[in-house]
């Protein structure tokens, strides 16, 4: 058999509109477009496409100098059904709900590591339990450092950190893998590096390094 065409949602931008996240039958995606970063949520109806939402997630700023949002890297979604946003070449991420859109809260993970310049997230986005214990997961990078870091959602703290090796290729690279154990509480994190490592994290909650 052929696939045919189902629908298609025509949305202007200068760049394709990647990442790509799907949950209950609602397609979330990213666009950039004259400077600004915009989240959409589309629900697949079978046969065409509905505009549910569509909002600009990255923090506001009091600075002139911020003429521009950074581009849209990463979606997770966590089990209480709220979405977390990173963008390139930032530290700081938005937590927004899946069904509205609304805003939640913004954190600047910088704050977690001194504010070392230039540290930003160098990763995809991974999100593992849920209520008290959810966390979102992802490496962060800066000159001469690497880390991988669980955020707890409420209040937004570090549930746990490890550090890699300090050479720009031990920077996190791709996504991070949750394998869950039987005890929901516990889990390895996969991951791999750009010096060709891959590292399995087991048993590191609620250990804090930070």
């Known amino acids: 058999g052929r696939l045919a065409k189902a629908w298609f949602f025509d949305l202007v931008g200068d760049h394709a509109p990647s990442p790509l996240l799907l949950n209950n039958g609602i397609v979330y995606f990213a ?12 629900q697949d109806l079978g046969s065409k496409a509905q505009l549910v939402w569509n909002m600009r997630p990255f923090p506001p700023s009091d600075s002139a100098e911020d003429t521009e949002d950074p581009e849209i890297a990463s979606i997770a979604l966590e089990a209480d059904q709220t979405l977390w946003v990173s963008f390139k070449n930032s530290s700081k991420l938005s937590q927004v709900t899946a069904s509205s859109g609304k ?5 600047d993970v910088a704050e977690f590591f001194g504010n070392k310049a230039g540290l930003a997230i160098s990763s995809e986005l991974t999100t593992v339990g849920a209520g008290g ?13 690497n880390a ?7 209040p937004p703290e570090p549930l746990w950190t490890h550090e890699l090796d300090s050479s720009p290729s031990g920077a996190v690279a791709g996504q991070l893998v949750v394998v869950a154990r039987e005890d929901v509480a516990s889990y390895t994190v996969v991951f791999g590096t750009h010096d060709n490592a891959v590292y399995g994290l087991s048993d590191v909650a609620p250990k804090r390094s930070v």
Do not use: K, T
């Not at 805003?103 to 954190?107: D, L, N």
């Not at 214990?133 to 450092?145: H, R």
């Open 148 to 154: 991988v870091l669980a955020l707890r959602s409420q």
């Open 31 to 42: 666009s950039h477009s004259d400077g600004v970063s915009w989240l959409w949520a589309v």
């Open 133 to 145: 214990s959810a966390a979102v997961m992802f490496g962060v990078g800066a000159s001469q450092y």
């Open 103 to 107: 805003p939640i809260q913004h954190v």
